[in-house]
Nanobody, 124 residues
Framework: QVQLVESGGGSVQAGGSLRLSCSVS????????MGWFRQVPGKEREGVAR???????TYGEDVKDRFTISQDNAKNTLYLQMNSLKPEDTAMYYC??????????????????WGQGTQVTVSS
């Protein structure tokens, strides 16, 4: 199993930046596919960014060219650098993990390990 703890959320003005961190512990096999999702009340959890065991990345259309996912295996930490933030980026952000990434699909249902979430609020 895997344990995930997010941090780094907060409030920022539009155009600003935040970096989210996800501390990972437990079986290393569960780190083969890691991702960030976000959710606002009343909506489905949306894929933001994903990184696989080979370092390949996938991004949601709304965040391409603004967000960057990375991981530091020595620190057992997953990151999400968020630049040029917009009010519509306001959401609870969740770290997720699974044993493998599903090819051609990036959906919350494909991840079995989840953190508790960290809130990001972007004001205009």
């Amino acid at each position: 199993q895997v344990q995930l703890v997010e941090s780094g959320g907060g409030s920022v003005q539009a155009g600003g930046s935040l970096r989210l961190s996800c501390s990972v512990s437990g079986s290393r096999y569960w780190r083969s596919c890691m991702g960030w999702f976000r959710q606002v009340p009343g909506k489905e959890r949306e894929g933001v960014a994903r990184i696989d065991s080979g370092g390949g990345t996938t991004y949601g259309e709304d965040v391409k060219d603004r967000f960057t996912i990375s991981q530091d295996n020595a620190k057992n930490t997953l990151y999400l650098q968020m630049n040029s933030l917009k009010p519509e980026d306001t959401a609870m952000y969740y770290c997720a993990a699974d044993l493998f990434c599903v090819v051609g699909r990036f959906r919350a249902v494909d991840f079995r390990g989840w953190g508790q979430g960290t809130q990001v609020t972007v004001s205009s």
